[in-house]
């Protein structure tokens, strides 16, 4: 009985895990290239506020995890740090689904493993198996040949989306080294909780420079459309939905299983957004995309048996 409920709770948190990320990427497609919402950075900003608000929320009051403090100046600088290397992934992610499908940009997306060793071999000159490194050659080779079957291809979207992989893997590897001694490690949450403030102040400046006039348009978007401010109130809620599910499931499953469903969950959400958003997608496309998802889990394999 008590597996069954275990089971049963670990569905759901998978669900919960699967629905929030998929949700938060269809909504920022939706507002971004179909709503006529064309503000990443503030959107990027609205999810940080939303991330500071229900983490403190969450951590001080619900105590849905142990509350872990700054320690140090030091320790300070270096969240600060990885806030920045954050921002520059979000925001990047955020540009490019303005310019490119869904489908696409989760096929870009799934390179991390590439830029993650690449960032790791030069942060620590640590190698790894050659086995392991040539299972990289077909994520990268999967997304060159998605490039070249994809319809709707825009060169700044491609080169945004490539710049917040990248961002995203190097914050990973940036996490493990500036947070690698006992008394600095922070879980996921807590670093969120801390991270995210630091963001919003980053960003304020970048949107008052890059997106002067939002505030004016945004007010316009909603007289015209009452939606507007639910779409937007609901998008920030799912991000952070979205972050501590991914958490919960981290807690809950062992790291392969993690891998697994994070493979299974990026080939659902290119599904979804085809048929949501009816973007063309071509045999080659698809045949790339596959490539990558298959090298990812080659990669993951590889990592495993040969540590």
């Known amino acids: 009985m008590m597996l069954k409920k275990e089971a049963l709770f670990i569905c759901s948190l998978v669900t919960l ?45 619900l105590k849905i995890v142990p509350h872990q403090t700054i320690k140090s100046r030091s320790q300070f600088y270096k969240i600060a740090t990885l806030s920045v290397v954050f921002c520059a992934s979000v925001v990047g992610g955020n540009i490019s689904l303005r310019y490119l499908a869904v489908s696409f940009n989760q096929a870009v997306g799934a390179t991390t493993p590439f830029f993650t060793a690449v ?37 700044f979207g491609f080169i945004m989306c490539i710049s917040a992989t990248a961002a995203r893997a190097f914050k ?34 970048a949107v008052l420079i890059m997106e002067p006039n939002v505030i004016e348009v945004t007010t316009a978007l909603g007289r015209e459309k009452k939606s507007m401010w639910i779409l937007l109130l609901l998008n920030s809620v799912t991000a ?31 599904v979804i957004s085809i048929l949501i958003f009816r973007n063309p997608v071509t045999v080659v496309g698809m045949a790339g995309y596959t490539i990558t998802v298959l090298g990812v889990v080659a990669y993951g394999e590889t990592k495993r048996r040969f540590r």
């Open 17 to 61: 895990w699967y629905s929030s990320n998929i949700g938060v990427i269809l909504l920022n497609k939706y507002l971004l290239s179909t709503y006529g919402f064309r503000f990443p950075i503030f959107l990027t900003m609205c999810h940080m506020s939303a991330c500071a608000a229900l983490s403190y929320i969450s951590i001080v009051f």
């Open 119 to 155: 960032f790791a071999y030069m942060a620590t000159l640590k190698r790894e198996a050659w086995v392991t490194y040539a299972a990289l050659v077909p994520v990268v080779a999967g997304v060159v040949i998605a490039s070249g079957g994809e319809p709707g291809f825009h060169l």
């Open 172 to 205: 990973s590897v940036l996490q493990g080294i500036l947070l690698s001694s006992e008394g600095e490690k922070l879980n996921s949450m807590n670093l969120l909780l801390y991270m995210s403030p630091i963001a919003v102040v980053v960003l304020v400046p």
């Open 240 to 270: 952070y939905v979205a972050n501590l599910s991914n958490f919960l499931v981290t807690k809950h499953t062992s790291a392969l299983t993690l891998q697994v469903l994070g493979n299974a969950k990026g080939a659902v959400a290119v």
